[in-house]
């Protein structure tokens, strides 16, 4: 016991009564710095649960098959206006990409958003469309060495398409099918429908694109599609594809939703649209994306 301790001067006993005062100091912030520890951790955990995390809200897509049989990257107007109404509504699309038949027969039944979808009279009785996206030019693409002068539907009278199963190209072309021209069903396998008119099994297929002319989309058709049997013409500074200098229709392109569905969402989403259009932010960020392309 340190009372028995031969002092001859007091340092042992200072020393062991300020180590007894620093364990007590020690201790209260110790037991302190826990509850402050214990109280920032109840904090993050009360911010976290006070978060919403963003709502992911399905959307049906089609899909485009590539060369390799990968799904095709969307097309630069589809990620414009994915990206635009995910940050004006503050939601993320959780993409079902699907063959486009497929995609619109669930869409009609009430299984969900549907993006990329025109009106025509039988979609307009069970869907309802948001406000207009965009405009696609519904183009002809034959090969350059057969090529044939078109203006009207009846220069189609005889000829083989190829279209999308499912897609429209406008109600009057639609009304035509197997009647004044022959349709051939495609998939969404565009490599394989290009290399399907490459080998004249077709003499002409639609083709859609916004904000593009006969000469650019020529380009861009020839330098993605060309199947590897014709990459000579590529050497040769022969396109194998051509664009017609008309199109057939032009088409207005939407979100649609069945009738059956809650609006509520396609009603926001149509004041984003309405507000993107007038300020000129939708056709920015699709003219961003179209540039990046």
Request: charged content about 30%; aromatic content about 10%; glycine content about 10%.
């Given at each position: 016991m340190f009372y028995q301790l031969p002092l001859s001067d007091h340092s042992i006993f200072t020393t062991v009564r300020i180590s007894a005062a620093a364990k007590c100091v020690l201790a209260a912030f110790a037991i302190t710095l826990s509850i402050s520890t214990l109280g920032v951790a109840q904090q993050i955990v009360a911010s976290?649960?006070?978060t919403p995390s963003v709502p992911k809200i399905p959307l049906m897509v089609s899909e485009e098959i590539g060369d390799d049989l990968s799904p095709s990257p969307l097309p630069p107007e589809t990620r414009a206006v994915l990206k635009f109404l995910e940050s004006q509504l503050d939601i993320q699309f959780e993409l079902r990409r699907q063959p486009w038949k497929r995609a619109l027969d669930r869409a009609m039944?009430?299984?969900g958003l549907i993006f990329g979808v025109s009106k025509t009279k039988a979609r307009l009785k069970v869907l309802?469309?948001?406000?207009?996206?965009?405009?696609?030019g519904v183009w002809l693409v034959s090969r350059c060495d057969a090529t044939f002068p078109f203006r009207t539907l009846e220069d189609l009278k005889g000829k083989t398409?190829?279209?999308?199963?499912g897609a429209s190209s406008g109600e009057e072309f639609d009304a035509q099918a197997n009647k004044l021209f022959r349709?051939?069903?495609?998939?969404?396998a565009t490599q394989g429908r290009f290399t399907k008119l490459a080998q004249k099994r077709m003499d002409a297929l639609v083709f859609y694109k916004a904000n593009s002319t006969p000469e650019r989309l020529s380009e861009e058709l020839n330098r993605l599609y060309t199947p590897p049997a014709?990459?000579?013409t590529k050497l040769q500074g022969k396109p194998l594809f051509c664009v017609l200098p008309q199109t057939i229709t032009t088409t207005s392109i939407h979100i649609g939703l069945a009738k059956t569905q809650d609006q509520s969402l396609i009603q926001r989403i149509n004041q984003a649209i309405l507000t993107g259009r007038k300020n000129g932010s939708l056709q920015k960020i699709i003219s961003a994306e179209q540039d990046r392309n």
């Open positions: 976290k649960m006070a039944v009430g299984e309802n469309f948001s406000e207009t996206l965009y405009e696609d398409i190829g279209v999308v199963r349709v051939e069903d495609d998939t969404g014709f990459a000579h």
